[in-house]
């Protein structure tokens, strides 16, 4: 390529002479990878249609050699930009990196990522990789994508909210900008779907590179699948020959369980077995930790990797030979009659399983083992994993739509609508918060700004530390006193937003200070990072930031003022919220646990165990009828059991037709 020989004698640190060598190497990677003979039939589809459906197996080469295919072939002159959207942060950086190494250029110029938070962009980037997310954003300020000739939409099958969003602004906006070129890459699961949505695009096929993969059941099921994984991967090791393991679990806590058990195992035989090295890989893992998934194994170990779902298409590991699959994974659901969204351990569908099962067989003839039945694989699992759209609060959404000026929201062209009741739901909360839907994009919290102008400085706060407000506080379970004493150090009267409050006031941004008092460094970092953007938010719309100086009330009326209609009251039975009159439980790691005031606010309703209220709040019910006339009327604040709809609920419904 010619912008492979233009760069091929920059020297890097190793010297002038080592990186025709490397790039002789990269080249040669680049070469052998499955979709490099499909090159010129590729580019010749793209040139011919313009929306094509790019299906292939995760490994492939689709998000790392197409930009560059399309940048050679000329996609980027007059200045413009490639764009590659990621359902996962992960993945955005790791794949721009890689891309950018490949072509020799620093990470940030020609070639970029865009995250929350974190803009490696430059006026030079062409070929840029992004969350699904930041594209939604660009939206707002470039309706028509114009600075864009080409937008790839990777890892499709995911289905992520914002993904399925895009698909349909990219349809509309593909209609009358006939120079776009849409590509909508997918891991083989779905494809026709999303050729018929994309009406009729044709199906490009990139065979992967697959070897055969055994597959294995348990005979009966398992009681405890994470005991279960742990003994399988012990057993791999001492019988198997050489070839690492992937491990799919569900979550942070059930990762550094299986990490632990793995370690103290392998200390406990010694040198009875060869090394193992244990990895993790989640989200919330800070970037260097991450990297260590990537790097060689050493001669005569074995290397383990303990990973979420991440691991399933986003990212390719090299040297994986074994795969281990409990068959769960933690799935979001809301429920639009309770306003309950629930995080829960569910059984994967089968695409998933056949995804995973496939990531065994990248470098070799690969082996997975299936901790569940093969009755339980035809009968108890779902064919395909359930959009995001469907079964999520869209009150986000809905006021994204409505700020891009999409007024018509029920025949929006989404792949999977939907529930009716859940937009109902989330139109009657933005009509019940009074908003204006010329301002909506510039929303700042779910809090009417009108109500925030005496304390704006601390519900910016809160709102900041509200956005990571389940990995504030840690808890080591070697230090589990230690921990819960400096938590309780921070307990103040109002409830837990005056806690955060009280946390990030004091904080300093200090290393230090957060070690001690056992607060995660890195959530306090996203928080201000959070707030930052929030105040340029409030100065651009020319709002005055002003302090009520900590005192509580104030900031408890502007919490009500924004969140009236997450209201719960004690009864005898209990807390039960006032609209549904759902039963409902104070969160155990509340400040107001076992305080029990007789009205108070929550920030959301997660079901774990219990219907739990997280981040309560202590309020005075006359407060509701000052903030909320129009909501709550007196007789339903004596006496709870109304379930009138509101007359907002009614213009909601109006508005949906």
Known sequence: AVWSERRAGTPDKGGAGEVPKQKQSIQEVRRSLPIFPYREDLLAAIREHQILVIEGETGSGKTTQIPQYLLEDGYTEGGMKIGCTQPRRVAAMSVAARVAQEMSVKLGNEVGYSIRFEDCTSERTILKYMTDGMLLREFLTEPDLASYSVIIIDEAHERTLHTDILFGLIKDIARFRPDLKVLVASATLDTERFSCFFDDAPVFRIPGRRFPVDIYYTKAPEADYLEACVVSVLQIHVTQPAGDVLVFLTGQEEIEACCELLQERCRRLGSKISELLVLPIYA???????????????????????????????????????????????????????????????????????????????????????????????????????????????????????????????????????????????????????????????????????????????????????????????????????????????VVPGGDHIVLLNVYTQSGYSTQWCFENFIQFRSMKRARDVRDQLEGLMDRIEVELCSCNGESVPIRKAVTAGYFYNTARLSKGGYKTVKHQQTVYVHPNSSLFEEQPRWMIYHELVFTTKEFMRQVIEIESGWLLEVAPHYYKNKELEDSSSKKMPRKQGKAREELG
């Open 284 to 490: 919330n893992l800070p970037s260097d930790m991450q990297a260590k998934i990537f790097n060689p194994t050493p001669p005569g170990a074995r290397k383990v990797v303990v990973a979420t779902n991440i691991a399933e298409t986003s990212l390719t590991i090299d040297g994986i030979i074994y795969v281990i699959d409990p068959g769960f994974c933690k799935q979001k659901s809301y429920n639009a009659r309770t306003g309950m969204e629930s995080l829960i351990v569910t059984p994967c569908s089968r695409a998933s399983a056949n995804q995973r099962a496939g990531r065994a067989g990248r470098v070799a003839a690969g082996k997975c083992f299936r901790l569940y039945t093969a009755w339980a694989f035809k009968h108890e699992m779902e064919e395909t994993t359930v959009p995001e759209i469907q079964r999520t609060n869209l009150g986000n959404v809905v006021l994204l739509l409505k700020s891009l000026g999409i007024n018509d929201l029920i025949h929006f062209d989404f792949m999977d609508p939907p529930p009716h009741e859940t937009l109902v739901l989330a139109l009657e909360q933005l009509y019940a918060l009074g908003l204006k839907w010329n301002f909506c994009y510039l929303l700042i919290t779910d809090y009417p700004l009108s109500d925030v102008v005496t304390c704006s400085e601390e519900i910016l706060t809160i709102a900041a530390m509200l956005s990571v407000n389940n990995s504030i506080f840690y808890r080591p379970k070697d230090k589990v006193v230690h921990a819960d004493n400096a938590r309780m150090n921070f």
